[in-house]
């Protein structure tokens, strides 16, 4: 465990200056094909830095963050594109975490000050001193008159200043330490349960941890993010499940990348028909399973059996189906209350995930490896506070 952190910080600092190299060499090297080619070499470094770490669990979140998301947003910025590129006149501090960490930053959603409406109010009141100039009655600003401005324009409040924890993280931590307990009983537990287990095992354990990593992003950034997750049990159907709730990160870094290059391509072989949008979410969902399948392979080191690529195509071709469906009864009155909808959409995707997603878990033993994990950790903790408890006692 110890040489693991030790690769883990030379992985990450490896990580940081590729991301510097690719920051300065944008400052002058013009968008397009020829910072695509000074890019290429981080690229395929990213690809490679996951395979320096033993862990399971540090690995995949590196292949996750780095490999993949770091990777799909420096391809943007290639091209002057997607969430690097949305300021250009980013700082390095700035650049750096945004390029490293699974974070998307929330757009001000309130809009601009409207200059010409500015310009009404200040000709107005301008009309009216020098009236009042002319008759003898100028006078100089008031508190009053400030406060008036005031209500106005008002200056915009983030409600979520001060962030705090989330209480649902909160729950789902707590959630998350008894899954973990409920595991000494699994020699009880029939195994069809012990699935539904690992199933919220990796949902919980991808929350948490994306959501770790937003607070640190978020204390570096002092800004507030998109969310990450938008509580997936609550689908009611397979395009709200991939689309608005399931991990928005890989959906908001797929979008620009792989839905629209492929959509755009789309309209102008069959042109604006309605169904030219479904070649463009095929393509998202095999990338996303092409993606998952090194993502695996940089935890088990095993060579791909496809089983996450056929998941993710079966899920495309249904997903298509769905859009189809919707389509053809968009002009009548009958829908399936949200209660069935939503659970044959979450049945599907648990029952899918049993068939072709958690076999490729046990194919390299990520369960008893991660409990082996869990064990170390605990141990390195009880060493770390042991020497303080003696103390005290």
Not at 135 to 149: F, I, L, R, W
Not at 176 to 191: E, K, M, Q, T, V
Not at 310 to 325: A, K, M, N, Q
Request: aromatic letters at 12%; proline letters at 7%; charged letters at 15%.
């Amino acid at each position: 465990m110890d040489g693991d952190m030790i690769n883990l910080l030379k992985v990450w600092l490896s990580v940081c200056l590729c991301v510097c190299y690719c920051y300065a060499t944008a400052k002058f090297v013009p968008k397009g094909l020829t910072r695509l080619i000074c890019f290429l070499p981080i690229v395929c470094i990213f690809l490679y830095l996951p395979l320096l770490i033993s862990s399971i669990h540090l690995a995949g979140n590196t292949s996750f963050f780095v490999s993949w998301l770091a990777n799909f947003k420096l391809l943007l910025f290639a091209f002057g594109k997607g969430p690097l590129a949305s300021d250009p006149s980013i700082s390095l501090a700035r650049f750096v975490p945004l390029a490293c960490l699974p974070i998307k930053i929330q757009q001000n959603k309130n809009p601009p000050p409207n200059p010409l409406a500015k310009h009404k109010k200040t000709t107005k009141s301008e009309g009216i001193q020098s009236v009042q100039k002319q008759n003898g009655q100028s006078k100089e600003n008031t508190p009053a008159d400030h406060q008036n401005k005031d209500k106005e324009n008002p200056i915009p409040q983030d409600p979520k200043v001060g962030h705090k924890i989330p209480l649902n993280h909160v729950i789902k931590a707590l959630l998350f330490g008894i899954l973990l307990r409920a595991y000494d009983y699994s020699d009880r537990i029939p195994p069809y349960a012990m699935w539904v287990l690992y199933s919220l095992h990796i949902y919980l354990f991808l929350e948490l941890v994306l959501a770790v990593a937003a607070a640190l992003a978020r204390t570096l950034l002092a800004t507030e993010l998109e969310p990450q997750f938008n509580e997936p049990y609550l689908s009611t159907s397979l395009q709200e499940f991939w689309g608005r709730r399931w991990n928005l990160m890989v959906t908001g870094i797929l979008r620009p990348t792989v839905y629209e290059p492929t959509l755009g391509f789309s309209r102008r072989v069959v042109g604006r028909r309605w169904w030219a949008p479904l070649p463009a979410v095929l393509a998202t969902f095999l990338v996303s399973g092409l993606m998952h399948e090194i993502v695996f392979y940089h935890m088990g080191r095993m060579p791909p059996t496809w089983g996450l690529t056929c998941f993710f195509l079966l899920h495309g071709v249904c997903l298509t189906v769905e859009i189809g469906l919707k389509r053809a009864m968009s002009t009548g009155r009958w829908r399936l209350p949200r209660l069935v909808s939503g659970g044959l959409s979450v049945g599907f995707v648990m029952v899918t995930s049993f068939w072709l997603f958690l076999p490729q878990f046990f194919r390299f033993r990520a369960e008893i490896k991660a409990f082996e994990e869990y064990a170390a950790v605990g141990e390195c903790f009880r060493n770390l506070i042991s020497p303080f408890v003696s103390r005290v006692g």
